[in-house]
């Protein structure tokens, strides 16, 4: 009934695009700060970006800040990732994340995102 569902990952060449979606259903994104999160195999998981429920702040990793922006919409109860100037370093699963403060309450399947020419 709780799910976090990601989608928008795959094979993109260096320098590409991606914009990933996180569509919830079964709760309320609003009630909660959303975030992303990858893991590369062999590679602790680590936080790409955060927003508040409000959607008035936004919080992102050194890799990754100036190249993405994570967004919500919480009319469609749908969180996104737009990704820029990808690197092969960018190449991960992918996940999205409810947390109420610093606990996680639900977590996506993950999406693969490969940065490959």
């Known amino acids: 009934q709780v799910q976090l569902v990601e989608s928008g990952g795959g094979l993109v060449q260096p320098g590409g695009s991606l914009r990933l979606s996180c569509a919830a259903s079964g709760f309320i994104i609003s009630m909660y700060a959303m975030s992303w999160h990858r893991q590369a195999p062999g590679k602790e998981r680590e936080l790409v970006a955060r927003i508040t429920g409000a959607g008035g702040r936004t919080n992102y990793a050194d890799s990754v800040k100036g190249r993405s922006t994570i967004s919500r919409d919480n009319a469609k109860n749908t969180v996104y990732l737009q990704m820029n100037s990808l690197k092969p370093e960018d190449t991960a699963v992918y996940y999205c994340?409810?947390?109420?403060?610093?606990?996680?309450?639900?977590w996506g399947q993950g999406t693969q995102v490969t940065v490959s020419s």
């Open positions: 994340a409810a947390f109420l403060g610093d606990n996680p309450r639900y």
